[in-house]
């Protein structure tokens, strides 16, 4: 079965330099959050888009910033790098079916960035 | 607030012992919780939700809103259960569904 897909799997930059990472979600899934999650730290929720609107944010940085295209792949731009950036970033997705239904969020692989 | 709570950042064990993995929530309106897993240098993988009531892996999970917990158990741990383990809980507002993970849990199983 098709899962999610990321986007490059690892990214080296420089600080100050930006970085683009994207995620393609299961076909048919219309809702994708990103999370963020540093060496050794648990993952901490960035952003979500449901039907290519945003429909929550979190901890994002303002350098940070997200967009759901209309084939629902989303993609997370991030500028002016700094070298706490450097974490694994995963994508979900999931099928938003509101309150009282169980939406399985499911993930893929995460790109990790490293800032030097 | 939403919260989870993981207490235990390392559980170590030895293969065949139990295993229970703690988890706490706070929230205010109806808890749907999982259980996630990742393993080393692997994607996070959903282990078990609370709603399908099911056994994965040998393992199982309570949701006691009385104590407001969703521990994870296992009678006979087994060294490929070595993982990272994280709780999460689905929040629903405005709208929308998100997830709020625990700090995790490493489980340590030594043969």
């Known amino acids: 079965a098709a899962g999610v897909i990321q986007s490059p799997r690892h990214l080296i930059k420089e600080k100050r330099e930006t970085a683009t990472l994207k995620c393609y979600p299961i076909?048919?899934?219309?809702?994708v959050y990103w999370y963020q999650q540093g060496p050794g730290q648990d993952p901490q929720f960035l952003i979500s888009?449901?039907?290519?609107?945003?429909?929550d944010k979190g901890s994002i940085p303002d350098r940070f910033s997200a967009q759901q295209f209309s084939d629902y792949h989303s993609e997370l731009n991030m500028s002016s790098l700094e070298l706490g950036d450097s974490a694994l970033y995963f994508c979900?997705?999931?099928?938003?079916?509101?309150?009282?239904?169980?939406?399985?969020?499911?993930f893929g692989q995460g790109t990790r960035l490293t800032v030097v | 607030a939403q919260r989870v709570t993981q207490p235990e950042k390392l559980l170590s064990v030895f293969k065949g012992a139990p295993v229970e993995l703690k988890c706490n929530y706070s929230?205010?309106?109806?808890?749907?919780l999982f259980w996630y897993v990742q393993y080393s240098r692997q994607r996070l993988q959903l282990l078990l939700r609370?709603?399908s009531r099911e056994s994965i892996k040998g393992f199982t999970a309570d949701l006691n809103k009385g104590e407001t917990s969703f521990h994870l158990k296992k009678p006979f741990a087994q060294e490929e259960d070595s993982a990272m383990y994280y709780c999460?809980?689905?929040?629903?507002?405005?709208?929308?569904?998100?997830?709020?993970f625990g700090a995790g849990t490493r489980l340590a199983v030594h043969p």
């Open positions: 979900a997705s999931s099928l938003n079916q509101g309150q009282g239904y169980s939406a399985e969020a499911f």
């Open positions: 888009f449901y039907e290519k609107m945003q429909s």
């Open positions: 076909p048919r899934h219309d809702t």
């Open positions: 999460a809980l689905k929040v629903f507002s405005g709208g929308y569904n998100k997830l709020i």
């Open positions: 929230y205010s309106g109806s808890p749907e």
């Open positions: 609370h709603i």
